[in-house]
């Protein structure tokens, strides 16, 4: 079996406490890095499942329609769009994004939201509040001009001024923003000392991909754009449960198999490098020393641990543990190298 990890911002938190991961620290150091492209975990994913261009160049990533898809929706021949709920907070001359990883929104908060913006994109958009944290847009007046591109959470603490959108969709934004502002569940959340939802995040315009291909034969993945690319290349698919141990337990014998760990990536996006490092040490029980295990006893036959914002790659297999001269070092250590 081939076992392929991709774990986004592996690399991120440079000053996080240390926070030893040995298991982790054994398979990169016995591992044969490759380089690649530095890129998001959406923009990974669509190369690795196909998604290019006519000259084979990357497309942007239509995260709305994969994310429909994911969720269940047919998102047929239309323009859909990510519309996330975000915190803008606003300072003397920057406006720096609060994407909602770093927050807490409830269902009922999420469903009241939406149910109050609805009626004022009727007739240009439909929108679909599919999780509390993804909300997909779909486009029915084709006469509205592009959106952005990149997700929230790859803008984390940024000054998203420069990020802003067309005229036509700032004063759309205007009017949602409006609404937001003036709502009850704002309110009930600004007397809670919590960040109000006061925007949404348009990103990842696109119809959906009339295919998508790739060598596994499952995914495993809590992120929308990987379950909606394995529904449409016909893969089977699931979230995460129990960690490596339960994977193992229903995963096949041999063939190729792709799952996605972003964890980190959220609490990159919360700024908190005790949360991150929190979330190491329980990827590091969950799954890289459960996976070393099955790597060490032929359980697995390759192990393949992809880093996609640090361009990197790390492969191993059971041979490679021989390999007794690279030591293990701290995994600081490698974020200059990434």
Known sequence: MHLELVVPALFAAQEAPPSPVPALELLIARGRRSPGTASSL?????????????SGTDIPV????????????DPGTRRWLRADPVHLRAGRDH????????????????????ARLAPLLAGRFTLHPVKPDQWCLRIDDEDQ??????????LAGANVGAHQHSKRWHALL??????????????AREARGDPVV????????????AAAHGPWQSVVAGDPVALGLARLAGMRHRVPGGGAAQWLERAPEDGRHLVVLDSLRGARALGDVDAFARRLQALEGEWFAPLLAALKSGRIGMLTLHAPEA?????????DLRRFWRRPRPLATYVERA
């Open 62 to 73: 239509p995260a709305g329609a994969l994310t429909a898809l994911a969720h269940g929706l």
């Open 174 to 187: 205007t009017e949602l923003e409006m609404a937001l502002h003036e709502h009850p569940v704002n309110a």
């Open 198 to 209: 006061n925007s949404l995040w348009f990103w990842g315009p696109g119809t959906q991909p």
């Open 95 to 114: 406006l720096m994004l609060v994407p909602n990883q770093a927050f807490a929104l409830g269902a009922a908060e999420a469903d009241a939201l939406a």
């Open 42 to 54: 959406e923009r990974w994913l669509c190369g690795a499942f196909g998604l290019a261009g006519d």
């Open 311 to 319: 361009a990197a790659s790390f492969e191993t297999v059971r041979g």
């Open 145 to 154: 001009g592009e959106a952005g591109a990149e997700a929230p959470i790859e």
